[in-house]
């Protein structure tokens, strides 16, 4: 079956907004994803019909909500191929999902003089939880390097391993550069040390078909907002007995079984860590994502997703003057780039000029950046709804303002 | 194909971008201060000379976009032979100018910096033509080593 792009960019309606009178190329997709109308039609839904705080109420719009809510989880389960419903954690995102991580699992297990690795490609969510916890504990951070090409060192990686090491947490894809890390190897690796591997997947999610349990991942944490659905919804997926081990995050309502003035007895999973009242509609309309994106398959949107990037990176390479940051053999739909003494900041605004948008700047990924030594990088990324002719258009813009700029 | 862009890059800014005024490190400066907008990276190092209150020399050093640098370049020009007061009430009227909130521009008070005027038509672009000034103020009240737009 071919790809059905036609209908998909039909089912989202901000595709047809005009910027700037002209039709709107949206290529800031590792910075957030645009909504289908199936997700927008999910929380009008609920908001005009169903309805009501979870977990609570034995009215009938309670009863209603909580089970849509607690859908979601289920859904959510089969999409990552979790073995229980008891690991999937609603957080409000990648980075809630990381600090959690840290202040629970870290506090519990990590003490002066251990060692948590990360790698040279990290967003700063992850980067800054563990520099907080190592600051407390004592802890010592260590980097894993990459090489110019944005690929991960494995043998410098391997070396980093040691009985003092308590965690790696690594990215599953970069997205300052697109790599895709070897994390299959990652985590045979460490398990053979009996070290925990924690994977940001917040850039890998919506590219690429997730199985925890055939990779074995201890965690696995992303965003909602990044994978078609509402912003302030994540998820934290843990295997059971290390979250059954941990003690809660935040303390609070909906995460207690007993509460006395002396004591209280915390709930089971997944509700000991979801303290006060979910993201509601967001949990529901992430919910109605994965219905969405099961009705393409995320086999095929991988599939037509490497055919948009092999296509960008071929015609960006035929642009003089271009550099593309970012040359992993392993990587995504992320199109990082440099154009010499023009600053990105003069690209994106003179392509936001042309309808379209990238993002331009240092990603959250500041390390990153001095790594290549450039204050900040064009990136254009790629999403399930975009096409060739979109990427004709932006390879057009980019050759126009280089023109521009003499 | 950029037509729409004409109001905010114009050639005075390609100008001054390629070829950036008082771009050098100053010897025996009397006030240095460093400017620094985290949101896009854009990163100067002002140098200043005085003679009591008067600015006798102004450079920089740094990268940033091309809106940010023809801004100091533009900048570094303007102030010399001014008052401090005079460079403050400048920035005053360049940031009025750059924000918008004063719909008629007073082309006399700010001459050559008007083809900056362009950026209140884009408000992410903004702190790229104010950076220069803030740094500058710093540097004036001489209260810190390093500011940030953020």
Redesign the interface.
Known sequence: MTYPIEKIRADFPILNEKI?NKPLVYLDNAASCQKPQAVIDSIVKLYSHDYANVHRGVHTLSVRSTDYFEAAREKMKTFISAQSEKEIIFVRGATDAINLVAQTYGKANIHAGDEIIITAMEHHSNIVPWQMLCEEKGAILKVAPMNLAGELLMPEFEALLNSKTKLVSVVHMSNALGTINPVEKIIELAHARKIPVLLDGAQAIPHTPVDVQALDCDFYVFSGHKLYAPTGVGVLYGKQSLLEAMPPYQGGGDMIRTVTFEKSTYAGLPHKFEAGTPSIAEVIGLGAAIDYLNTIGMDKIAAYEAELLAYATQEALKIDGLKIIGEAKEKGAILSFTLGK?????IG??LD??GIAIR???HCAMPV?DFYKV??TARASFAMYNTKAEIDVLIL?IK??IE??? | MFEDLRDLYQEVIFDHNRNPRNFHVMENYDRMVEGFNPLCGDRITLFLKLDDDLITDASFQGSGCAISTASVSLMTEIVKGKTEAEAEALFKTFHEMTTGKDENINFEAVGKLAVLAGVREYPARVKCATLAWHTLDAALKNEQQSISTE
């Open positions: 700037r023009i600053h990105p900041h003069d605004t003179m000029s042309l331009a700047g240092h950046m204050p900040a813009g126009n303002l521009m700029f003499g």
